[in-house]
């Protein structure tokens, strides 16, 4: 097994939401977070062009807070669960990882 040291965590919050509800256009994340899919899927795309889509159990960590930010696509017409985790300001998305 491997495993990662604790994380501080800021918040934690569950959205449930449909795509269509979804925040349209281009917008900066509000705070640094990692979002993971509980269910349903969305797609993203950033400033330098790069779409991806998330699927249930898929995690990103967003830290466009300032500037243009990223967008959110439709994939389809289920409803989605996200999850978000506010990290500290200087924390880092690569942390070490240790064997158990």
């Known amino acids: 097994m491997r495993s990662t040291s604790p994380m501080p965590v800021e918040s934690f919050r569950l959205i449930t939401t449909t ?11 509000p705070a640094r977070q990692l979002v993971i899919v509980v269910s349903g899927a969305i797609a993203v795309e950033v400033s330098d062009g790069q779409t991806r889509r998330l699927d249930a159990g898929s995690m990103i ?3 466009d807070v300032v500037g243009r930010g ?3 696509r439709i994939v389809d ?4 669960m996200l999850a978000f985790l506010t990290v500290p300001e200087h ?10």
């Open 77 to 80: 017409d289920q409803a989605i």
């Open 61 to 63: 960590f967003f830290e």
């Open 19 to 29: 795509p269509q509800a979804m925040a349209r256009g281009w917008h900066p994340a």
């Open 70 to 72: 990223h967008v959110n």
């Open 91 to 100: 924390w880092s998305p690569l942390p070490q990882v240790r064997k158990s």
